[in-house]
Nanobody
């Protein structure tokens, strides 16, 4: 599956952004999905995960209460709604798809098979 992330931009602290990840080549419902991010000089880290059906979601502590991951399988698209953005949220955000079953380490990048190209989010103070 090919993934295309979009929706990043430059915003002020406290603003909101919605990232989108459009899939092509395969039906998105075949994959669990995740969002990761990488800030300058730091390793890529887990942000959020959603199961194939969308029934379950998981978040990094830094994202809980502010970010919401969702999916529309009919549109082959996954979203990350980000509210109350902080300067420390500045990073390149990546969407990723995984095809395995019985995944427990949804926060582990190695569980994901396909990655999008990333979209830059910059939050100014």
């Amino acid at each position: 599956v090919q993934l295309q992330a979009s929706g990043g931009g430059l915003v002020q602290a406290g603003d909101s952004l919605r990232l989108s990840c459009a899939a092509s080549g395969r039906t998105l419902s075949s994959y669990f999905m995740g969002w990761f991010r990488q800030a300058p000089g730091k390793e890529r880290e887990f942000v959020a995960h959603i199961t194939r059906s969308g029934a379950s979601t998981y978040y990094a502590e830094s994202a809980k209460g502010r970010f919401t991951i969702s999916r529309d399988n009919a549109k082959n698209t996954v979203y990350l709604q980000m509210n109350s953005l902080k300067p420390e949220d500045t990073a390149v955000y990546y969407c990723a798809a995984g095809s395995s079953f019985g995944v427990s380490r949804y926060y582990n990048q190695r569980e994901y098979d396909s990655w999008g190209q990333g979209t830059q989010v910059t939050v100014s103070s």
